[in-house]
Antibody
Framework: QLRLHESGPGLVQPSETLSLTCSLS??????????WGWVRQPPGKGLEWIGA???????YYNPSLESRVSIRLDTSKNELSLRLRSVTAADTALYYC??????????????WGQGSLVTVSS | FILTQPHSVSESPGKTVTISCSAF????????VQWYQQRPGSPPTPVIF?????PSGVPDRFSGSIDSSSNSASLTISGLTTEDEADYYC??????????FGGGTKVTVL
């Protein structure tokens, strides 16, 4: 059974870099012809797409975050990573790493992890 | 590209509710729309994909539609139960930002 587990520091200082990982269990990440995404949800608010990485290696980012974000796949650790630089309180959110079936851009995110809460505060 | 949803809708058990998702600056007629249900404390789960299709396990009380005249998508839930109380989000595609979510609609079953 596939399982996604997002993990991170919980608390990040303003202006620092937020680093999160998404570990996959139940399959090898490099065998999945899917796209991986990062989506965040500020407390009490809606969903915001951050970026996506296709199994081909192509990456796509939300234009509003593109200058600060990078998404990578580490096949040796069977995990996806997110780095978001120069964070502010506005980056406080629950961060999810869903995946979809590798179809066209803008497609369905089939399966979601439980998310990792990140608070930006000094 | 913006997807606009009503903030909240409410209806009685057994009734039908429809949630709209209006597109501005792009098209939901020429691009697929997905719908997600998010219960409190849980991650989103899909209830409609490719505008009309239901994932396996989603009851046929959930249906999706597209209105080309208003450039909007809709999610209809019939036979409402208390289990349907949740936030619902539409999501579609725009070439400048491939995944765009609507602001979400809270469904309350009175």
């Amino acid at each position: 059974q596939l399982r996604l587990h997002e993990s991170g520091p919980g608390l990040v200082q303003p202006s620092e870099t937020l680093s999160l990982t998404c570990s996959l269990s139940g399959a090898y990440i490099n065998t999945m012809t899917v796209y991986w995404g990062w989506v965040r949800q500020p407390p009490g608010k809606g969903l915001e797409w951050i970026g996506a990485l296709y199994f081909s290696g192509s990456t796509y980012y939300n234009p509003s975050l593109e200058s600060r974000v990078s998404i990578r796949l580490d096949t040796s650790k069977n995990e996806l990573s997110l780095r978001l630089r120069s964070v502010t309180a506005a980056d406080t959110a629950l961060y999810y790493c869903p995946y979809g079936d590798g179809g066209p851009l803008g497609g369905l995110f089939d399966f979601w992890g439980q998310g990792s809460l990140v608070t930006v505060s000094s | 590209f913006i997807l606009t949803q009503p903030h909240s809708v409410s209806e009685s058990p057994g009734k039908t509710v429809t949630i709209s998702c209006s597109a501005f600056g792009g098209s939901v007629v020429s691009n697929f729309v997905q719908w997600y249900q998010q219960r409190p404390g849980s991650p989103p789960t899909p209830v409609i994909f490719n505008s009309y299709r239901r994932p396996s396990g989603v009851p046929d009380r959930f249906s999706g539609s597209i209105d080309s005249s208003s450039n909007s998508a809709s999610l209809t839930i019939s036979g409402l139960t208390t289990e349907d109380e949740a936030d619902y989000y539409c999501q579609s595609y725009d070439r400048s930002s491939p995944w765009v979510f609507g602001g979400g609609t809270k469904v309350t079953v009175l």
